[in-house]
């Protein structure tokens, strides 16, 4: 068979639409580690910021001199910068064969045959209004991971200033809930334990369609799928998080407690500025209400330093919404101009050096609470879902609470992908370190239908260049 390397950068999504091409070639490709060793080579791309465009264009760059000493090796750039760039990509990178938007993506097989027919390059970056994304059940074959991502929807409507998304991914698109409900019951058949439901908003799931579910009625069809034992989600955009949606993360057992809920900025003016559609005394009233109905949920969340206009006051209001709701984990960035968006024809842009120095200080800020929150497991017993060996020792195991936090252990073999009881004994900056207790699966009956027979379908353990 031939052979195929991919890397991925960017968001779940991306790492998803990565999952699927590969299912659309694997009869004819097998995974390689390395791009000398490949007959293709599919980079699948993030736009979302600036410096993961940079390294996308370093990275391709780079397989030039490949494709000197191997003229028959297929290269292809797909994902965001693909469709952010389209035929761009070809007049200064001319060693690449292909160029496919996240929706293109599907369409790899088409893009190939047209590639090895000698057609020329492939530049596919056409956004469909009636896009639908096709079936695709893989065969994991005994290989499946323990969790599994599931897109439900394509495309952003929001337009918040500073994103690139809605230009390069298109506009809200939702899938049929009865396709979602079938994906997760393939993965499940094959030992999947927890899925993943991932779109741009999932909030706004199904109100453009017609006799579609809301968002909290499809978690409550997925949460009965028999050995199905956890359901999160991301993103949730805080205009559309509803008291509905709330109960259903306080009710239904296998929905997760923890919710990512990116708030961006503690500033009304910069709020909007960016056109995110709620202002803080807003955002604060829902994380009020979320943990009344929920007292245990975990919260995450994204924030954007040195916004154009951004004054040290706007900042100063950032640092005490983070006080104020104290979040487990943040993922923050420095502010950049990205194609498309509004915000690059703002005036009063940060100097690099103050985004810089804003930065740092919300690290520090962080750092510090996310340290008291994992202190505050220490001495407890935990849920943990097992997903395989630890990152920093192959003697112990890793898994993740419900809330989310990574748990190292200790414990007898064969845990992976079991639930299990850990002790929590001390923890880092970025993980609880514990002892094992008990396996709550070992006298539980755990039925699985057999999987097909076929090539592996993997969980990319490619590089993932998480810059969104």
Request: glycine share 6%.
């Amino acid at each position: 068979m031939k052979k195929v390397f991919i890397r991925t950068f960017g968001c779940q999504m991306n790492e998803y639409d990565s999952e699927r091409m590969y299912a659309l070639i694997k009869d004819e490709y097998i995974l390689c580690a390395e791009p000398k060793e490949a007959d293709l080579i599919l980079i699948n791309t993030c736009s979302v910021r600036k410096k993961a465009e940079e390294k996308v264009y370093g990275l391709v760059g780079r397989l030039k001199h490949l494709k000197k000493a191997r003229p028959e090796v297929i290269i292809g750039v797909c994902g965001c910068v693909a469709q952010q760039e389209g035929d761009k990509i070809i007049k200064r990178l001319p060693h690449v064969d292909m160029v496919l938007g996240p929706q293109a993506v599907y369409r790899l097989k088409e893009a190939l045959d047209s590639v090895r027919q000698g057609k020329g390059p492939v530049v596919d970056v056409e956004l469909r209004k009636e896009f639908r994304q096709p079936l695709i059940f893989p065969s994991l074959n005994g290989t499946a991971p323990v969790k599994a991502f599931v897109t439900i929807m394509q495309g952003c409507d929001n337009f918040c200033s500073y994103c690139v998304v809605p230009y390069t991914r298109g506009r809200e698109i939702s899938r049929p809930p009865e396709e979602i409900l079938a994906e997760v019951e393939c993965l499940v058949r094959q030992g999947v334990r927890e899925v993943m439901l991932l779109g741009q908003n999932v909030n706004s799931y199904g109100r453009k369609e017609k006799n579609f579910p809301t968002f909290a009625e499809l978690l409550r069809e997925v949460a009965k799928i028999p050995g199905l034992w956890r359901v999160r989600f991301t993103t949730s955009h805080p205009k559309d998080l509803t008291l509905d949606l709330m109960r259903a993360i306080a009710e239904i057992p296998e929905v997760c407690e923890h919710l990512h809920l990116p708030v961006q900025a503690g500033s009304n003016r910069v709020l909007k500025a960016m056109n995110r559609g709620y202002t803080r005394e807003e955002y604060l009233e829902k994380v009020k209400r979320l943990r009344e109905f929920c007292p245990e949920i975990t919260l995450t969340t994204d924030i954007i330093v040195g916004f154009p206009g951004e004054t040290e006051e706007d900042f100063e209001e950032t640092l005490s919404l983070l006080e104020t709701v104290r979040f487990a984990e943040i993922f923050s960035f420095k502010y950049s101009d990205r194609p498309f968006a509004r915000a690059t024809q703002f005036e009063n842009k940060v100097p690099e050096e103050e985004k810089a120095r804003r930065l740092k200080k919300v690290h520090e800020l962080q750092e510090k609470i996310t340290r008291e929150i994992n202190e505050s497991f220490i001495g407890k017993e935990v849920e943990v879902l097992v997903e395989g060996k630890s990152a920093s020792s192959q003697e112990m195991w890793a898994g993740r609470t419900r809330s989310h936090h990574v748990v190292n252990f200790k414990g007898p073999e064969n845990l992976k992908g079991k639930l299990v009881r850990v002790f929590i004994e001390d923890c880092g900056r970025h993980s609880l370190r514990g002892k094992f207790v008990r396996d709550l699966c070992k006298n539980a009956e755990i039925s699985v239908a057999s999987t097909n027979t076929g090539d592996p379908f993997l969980f990319f353990g490619t590089k993932n260049e998480n810059e969104s």
